[in-house]
DNA sequence: AATTGGCACTCAGTACAGGTGAGTGCCAGA
DNA sequence: TCTGGCACTCACCTGTACTGAGTGCCAATT
């Protein structure tokens, strides 16, 4: 069993390891912190603390340093969030003002997470994928190419070029507009992508090659909106960090170019009762991110929630990190509510 | 002066040195390549190399290393770009084989040839600047709200949402489209901003709050088309070449992340008969890349023509670069030019 | 004039030894 | 339960010596 103090001595192991990179001893943690206690005391608590594993020295005679499971501890229990500065905060209103569109939002929204922590930054887009189709239209590029955009009542809009193995006319084309309008216009993007799929049925679909034509391209279209994406920023802060990743930043920068892997870590992530998740260290090993830590956020779109985050060294500033991911998805959902379709 | 058997140790010394990655001394050249003399000749031509300042010694007394001009000489005038294997010539058709769009062929360009290089690959994107317009589209979402979508003769289609000031029906919708259409269509990119921004001139803006909003908008989409883009693949290679970079990848992380200056330094390279170009080590030290290497070449697009290239460090492996450079910009201006619009 | 073998010299890299100091573990006493 | 003291460990630094790859130069040879 750990001493409450025991658990402060956590905290003071945490805190200075993050802060020296340099393993800590007894002695300096009662050079730094006021417990009123000699460091012989200190050593006692922590042979429990190192007992229990939540820290462990690197070898026989050094200081200590925390373990996943002892991060884990002190984000669980012992971290508060420190509030980000005033600076901080007008920072995140000032970058984040009137973007040019969603793409410019969350491109800013990384940049700014990154500057304000030195890490690389996540974020997921909002997912249409309940969303629910407003507009289908269809433009004729040549007599036999359409233009197919489609719109989301949560401000996503996809468009694809349709190459149709007949010629059409002016007639055709509103036909099939008025056809695939009934079809899917106030549907989510689920159903409409089911209704969609049942267009090629071989029933449906022998009838008409142009609407099967276009069917495979609004599906494809449908499958882009309910997949879900991801904007980063702040690799090249890797470059620095390197020894704090036991050498290599090759797992950091392959998981940042494939993308996917990180889309399903961020989605895997528990949010506690605040909206906030840490994955720490090994919890990423499945994902080859054994050791990175991610910390993050959700926030509020339209279409339904998504997150932002850090993703960084183990030995991050948890409390920082966690704040400043807060902030700036508070910011965001506020800045998605009041401009409703995110322009 | 660099006598001829002097340039064919200058050849032996880059391909040693690239190979091993250790400098080279003058009785390993004897060993490996068929010089036919001993390893004090070489020496003597060694010394005149490096009275040439075309190789350097690390330290007093060590093997060689070619210097930034050394490999400018190599490639200028001893490299034959060597020819790809069958292997990697099918490798590329059967990757690039059925894009979904431009923006999957791009993608998947940059991949094959990062797979093939084991370098970070680099391509613009076909310039549209000089493409024109052949369509423009108004989709009304909400009473004062637009969705504009421009399409262009290269494939090029944007979208964009535009808020308008007042409200509008079916008719105004129409009669926006018309005069837009009357505008800009036919018009190549350049010559359709002229005519955009010159809607903002007093005299016609006031008319229409309406009109005015929707030009804003469709000089971004405009900008958007001239702006060159660029696509990336490959970062994560960089964090196996550490050393490579004098210890910093950080600089060529951050160009990747910019891109703009990524953008500026490709299309500032001069490309020579063939189409292809190599800007050597301290040439890119305007841009920051001191400590890298670029070697491109240019592939024909409808709109013009683009550039795809590696970058990677200045003791790469330049002949096999420059052969998957050219191989692959020659197979891309194939498939760009069989499916004219890149679909 | 070009080439060669020989030789002294340089210097990075490695291995070894000794010294230093931060830090621990443990124990007896308060 | 806490504390001071003490022996012990071990990374790290320093200095020394050795090794070997490689050069530069020169006199001899072709």
Redesign the interface.
């Known amino acids: 069993m750990v001493s409450e103090r025991g658990l402060q001595v956590l905290r003071a192991i945490v805190q200075d390891y993050v802060a020296t990179h340099e393993p800590v001893g007894s002695r300096s943690i009662v050079e730094r912190h006021a417990f009123g206690v000699s460091a012989a005391t200190i050593r006692n608590d922590m042979a429990q603390l190192e007992d229990e594993e939540l820290i462990a020295a690197p070898h026989t005679s050094s200081g200590r340093v925390p373990t996943d499971k002892g991060y884990r501890v002190f984000v669980n229990h012992l971290a508060q969030v420190r509030p980000l500065s005033t600076a901080q905060r007008s920072a995140i209103e000032t970058f984040l003002a009137d973007p040019?569109?969603l793409d410019d939002l969350m491109a800013r929204t990384v940049r700014v997470l990154t500057q304000l922590t030195g890490q690389v930054a996540l974020a997921q887009y909002p997912s249409f994928a309940r969303a629910s189709i407003?507009?289908i239209?269809l433009?004729a590029?040549a007599s036999n190419?359409l233009?197919v955009?489609l719109?989301t009542d949560a401000?996503g809009?996809s468009?694809?070029?349709a190459?149709l193995p007949v010629d059409v006319d002016e007639g055709d084309v509103a036909v099939l507009r008025a056809r695939l309008s009934a079809l899917i216009v106030a549907r989510s993007v689920a159903e409409a992508l089911d209704r969609v799929r049942a267009l090629h049925e071989p029933v449906g679909v022998r009838q008409d090659p142009a609407l099967a034509a276009l069917a495979v391209v609004i599906g494809?279209e449908l499958e882009e909106f309910r997949q879900e994406k991801l904007v980063m920023?702040?690799?090249?802060t890797?470059?620095?960090r390197?020894q704090d990743f036991r050498g290599?930043?090759?797992p950091l920068?392959?998981a940042?170019?494939e993308q996917v892997t990180l889309l399903r870590l961020m989605s895997e992530m528990v949010v506690d009762e605040h909206g906030l998740a840490a994955s720490i260290g090994n919890e990423n090993a499945p994902f080859g991110l054994g050791e990175a830590s991610i910390v993050a956020s959700d926030y509020v779109a339209p279409g339904g929630t998504a997150r932002v985050g850090i993703m960084g060294p183990t030995r991050m500033d948890y409390p920082s990190n966690l704040a400043a991911a807060r902030a700036v998805a508070r910011y965001l959902s506020r800045m998605l509510e009041e401009d409703d379709?995110g322009?």
Chains 1, 2 share one sequence.
Do not use: M, Y
């Open positions: 040019a569109d407003t507009h239209e433009v590029i190419r233009l955009v719109v401000g809009v468009q694809r070029i190459g494809e920023a702040g690799a090249a890797l470059a620095r390197e290599s930043i090759h920068l392959e940042i170019e379709a322009r």
